[in-house]
C-alpha cells in the first residue's frame, strides 16, 4: 500500500491486505484520526491517561476502544516494542512532524506491519491524512466524509477571517504552563489553533533548533500586552485576576481571559490532533465574535457528531462549558 500526500493532492493504492485491519499511531494526532475514521481497527493507544482527562474520554470515547492496550508513542518516550508487537498490527501510521524512529525496520518487515507515513505540515493536511487512513481501515467512504467535513469547517472559518487586516489581528499570549510562563513559539504545531484563529501569537517564531516551548518573564508578558490571554490550566485561570502583574494587563482587566477546552483532550496541544481544527474555531469566535453571532457550540456539536460519532447532550456540554469563560 503507498501513501502519497502532497499539499491538498491524495493518490492511494487500493488496500491488498487481506487482513482485517489493525492500526496503531505512532503519536496520539494519528490515533485521534485512526479513531475517527474506524475506531474497531485502532488496537493500541500511545498514553495512559488520569483524573480529569480519563473522565473526559469516558464521556466520550467507545469504552471497549478506550480500554485498549498503551503502547507508547514516539515523542513519549518511545514505544513498548513487545506491547506492540502482542498487538499484532497490520500497521503503524506516523505523522512527519515526529521525526523519531519507532523501531528497527527489518523488525516490522518480519512482522509483517507495514509503516505509512502521513503528512501533518498544516492543518490543511488533515483532509488528506483522514483519506489515507480510510485507504489502511477499509474505510475509504466514511474517511471521504470526514474529509469534505473539515475541508469545510476550514474554508468557512477562512472566510471569515483570512481577509482582516493584519494591524486589526487581535494579539495572543499563549499561557501553556500551570503558573502562564511558559508558551509556545509561533510558526509551530503548538501555534495552529491561534493562527488559524486569525490572531497573531505575540511570542515570535522560535530560534533555537527543535525547540516550540519557551519560558518568558512577567516583564516580557508586560511588554507584549497581549489583547487576549488563552489559559490551559484551569486553577491558573480561576486565579490570573489576583496574580501580581497578570492584574496588571488589560486582557485580564477587560476579561479577555480563555480557558482552553479540553474535551476529550486539549482542542490546543499537548497532545496536538485534530482538536485543534475545533480550537481554532473556538478561539476565533472570542477573538472575532461579530464574525461568528452564532458563537462555537454548532460548530462544535457538528464536530463531535462527525469525527467522535458523538451527540452532546447536557452533560456532555457542561463538561465542555464548565468555566463561565467558555460557555457559548
Given amino acids: 500500500m503507498t501513501f502519497l500526500l502532497a499539499g491538498s493532492t491524495f493518490a ?31 488496537c493500541a ?14 464521556l466520550f470515547v467507545r469504552p471497549d476502544v ?3 492496550e498503551v503502547v507508547g ?21 506516523l505523522a512527519d512532524f515526529v521525526r523519531r524512529e519507532i523501531m528497527s525496520p527489518s523488525l516490522l518487515k518480519n512482522a509483517n506491519i507495514e509503516v505509512i507515513n502521513l503528512k501533518f505540515g498544516k492543518l490543511e493536511d488533515y483532509p488528506d491524512s483522514l483519506r489515507a487512513i480510510g485507504q489502511a481501515a477499509h474505510a475509504p467512504e466514511r474517511a471521504n466524509r470526514l474529509a469534505k467535513f473539515v475541508e469545510n469547517l476550514l474554508s468557512d472559518l ?3 477571517v483570512g481577509s482582516i487586516p493584519d494591524k486589526q489581528r487581535v494579539k495572543v499570549y499563549y499561557a501553556s504552563s500551570p503558573n502562564g510562563m511558559e508558551t509556545a513559539a509561533g510558526n509551530t504545531v503548538h501555534d495552529y489553533v491561534i493562527s488559524y484563529a486569525g ?21 516580557q508578558i508586560l511588554e507584549y500586552n497581549p489583547d487576549v490571554i488563552i489559559v490551559n490550566d484551569r486553577e491558573f485561570a480561576g486565579k490570573i485576576r489576583s496574580l501580581p502583574g497578570w ?24 497532545p496536538v490532533s485534530m482538536f485543534q481544527l ?25 464536530f463531535f457528531a462527525n469525527m467522535l460519532q458523538v451527540k452532546l447532550d447536557a452533560e456532555k456540554w457542561r463538561m465542555i462549558a464548565t468555566d463561565p469563560q467558555v460557555s457559548p
Fill in 12 to 42: 492511494a493504492a487500493p488496500p491488498t491486505d487481506p487482513r482485517p485491519p489493525r492500526l496503531i499511531g505512532g503519536h496520539m494526532s494519528v490515533s485521534w484520526l485512526i479513531y475517527a475514521v474506524a475506531p474497531d481497527t485502532l
Fill in 45 to 58: 493507544w500511545n498514553n495512559a491517561n488520569v483524573g480529569r482527562a480519563l473522565e473526559m474520554q469516558k
Fill in 66 to 68: 478506550l480500554a485498549k
Fill in 73 to 93: 508513542s514516539r515523542t513519549m518516550g518511545g514505544m513498548n516494542t513487545e506491547s506492540l508487537l502482542l498487538q499484532k498490527p497490520t500497521a503503524i501510521i
Fill in 158 to 160: 477562512h472566510q471569515r
Fill in 199 to 219: 490572531g497573531v501569537n505575540v511570542f515570535p517564531p522560535g530560534s533555537a533548533l527543535n525547540k516550540v516551548r519557551f519560558k518568558v518573564t512577567m516583564e
Fill in 247 to 270: 492584574s496588571h494587563l488589560p486582557a485580564v482587566k477587560n476579561g479577555k481571559v480563555y480557558l482552553i477546552p479540553d474535551a476529550p483532550v486539549s482542542w490546543m496541544d499537548r
Fill in 278 to 302: 475545533l480550537g481554532a474555531w473556538w478561539l476565533a469566535t472570542k477573538l472575532y465574535p461579530e464574525k461568528f453571532p452564532e458563537g462555537y457550540r454548532p460548530m462544535t456539536e457538528k
